[in-house]
């Protein structure tokens, strides 16, 4: 059974429209192929250094799969690795956690931790 808990990153307008409007639509990229892309905990650094390389003011959400059901799409991307996509918006109340992106000491990615 995949993680039932999923990432997606955001920029910080992205962030705030998400809080002020309790749901996001999707980034460019998530519009123009129908669904919200989202990457596992082990594929997020990838993802990151694919399409955001040297982008400031960025944040993580920690999306519950679980409470978007069948919105929830697992598909063959890059390397036939199977991502997370989300065909609909995402809710706020599926978002558990989320902060700004921030690398620990060692160079990991700081994932977001609720409460």
């Known amino acids: 059974m995949p993680d039932p808990i999923a990432?997606?990153?955001?920029?910080?307008?992205?962030?705030?429209?998400?809080?002020?409007?309790?749901?996001?639509?999707?980034a460019p990229v998530d519009l123009a192929d129908g669904y919200i892309h989202l990457s596992t905990a082990a594929q997020l650094q990838e993802t990151i250094d694919k399409h955001f390389a040297g982008q400031e003011g960025l944040w993580l959400a920690a999306v519950d799969l679980d409470a978007l059901a069948e919105a929830v799409k697992w598909e063959p991307s890059r390397g036939g690795q199977l991502f997370p996509h989300i065909y609909g918006p995402l809710p706020l109340d599926a978002v558990v956690a989320y902060s700004e992106l921030h690398y620990e000491p060692d160079g990991s990615l700081r994932l977001p931790v609720a409460g």
């Open 7 to 26: 990432y997606k990153v955001l920029t910080a307008e992205q962030m705030t429209a998400l809080e002020q409007d309790g749901s996001f639509a999707g």
